[in-house]
């Protein structure tokens, strides 16, 4: 005679629960690899310390082509660092779909004699994309967030950062620079931020004091994470999903510097470098690779 197994009602219970958890878990697993519905952004926020703003600017990138030119100008050729990649406005290299912007970095033989910024060569061996906010929109206070997932390869180097918008008077560092998120492809799963700033008593334009840390907020290549930036008077803040990765206090940087330059407005940059002075080598099998942004947003 065959004994025939029987649940009781308490098993059969917990079995549902389990099986209902792991459903839950694996939406919100998933959840991670998906852009967000941008019919639901929220307009107040809470920042970490618990002040309430309300989003004063944003793009969903829900159209499809390029960027709204509105909101973004690019960056053109060689620009710095010593990067290899040229960067171009073509929809080869920056576009949106399917609800997000997606910077592409390629390995091409791409003509470039006579273009902006081909610094007299003939070719590029490398492109990709790099959009940025200046001379259309900048913001100081408050908090900037940016929802991506990050390109992946020896060599990448993505990055979401801001600049302020008086460097065309001022130069570089003196605008002050502060990078909400870098990558580089050699070291997988670390993202770094990091805040420069000119050096008090310098001669040289380009000394600066920059102040960094890093954190390993687990798969940044292959799901969404946010980057942040919280900005007040006193303090800056950077956070990826929420955990802090560096602190800036103006009461302990402040005297470092000759001009504090973080109570004016700075402009956004989004961009995917490779090689150069910290990308470094480039794997032979890096690219194509996609820097995929979700979403900007801004409150105030």
Sequence with gaps: MKRVARFSPLFAALAVSLSTFNAFAADASDASTRVV??????QTIKTSDGRELKLVWNDEFDGVGAPDPEKWGYEIGYIRNNEAQYYSDRLENVFQKDGALTIRT???KFPIAGKPGS???DFAEYT???INTLGKAGWFYGRVEVRARLPKGKGIWPAIWMMGTN???VGWPRCGEIDIMEYVGKEPGR???TIHMHRRGAAESWKVVSKGNNVEPGNPEGRFCVYAL???EDKLTILVDEEVVL???RSEEEKKTEVWPFDKPQYLLLNTAIGGSWGGEIADDTCPTDYVIDYVRVYQ
């Design 247 to 249: 602190e800036f206090l």
């Design 106 to 108: 390629l390995k091409e």
């Design 230 to 232: 919280e900005w007040t």
């Design 167 to 169: 460097i065309r008077e």
């Design 191 to 193: 993202v770094y931020g």
């Design 128 to 130: 990709s994309g790099s």
């Design 37 to 42: 519905d941008s019919k639901n952004v929220p």
């Design 119 to 121: 610094k007299g060569r």
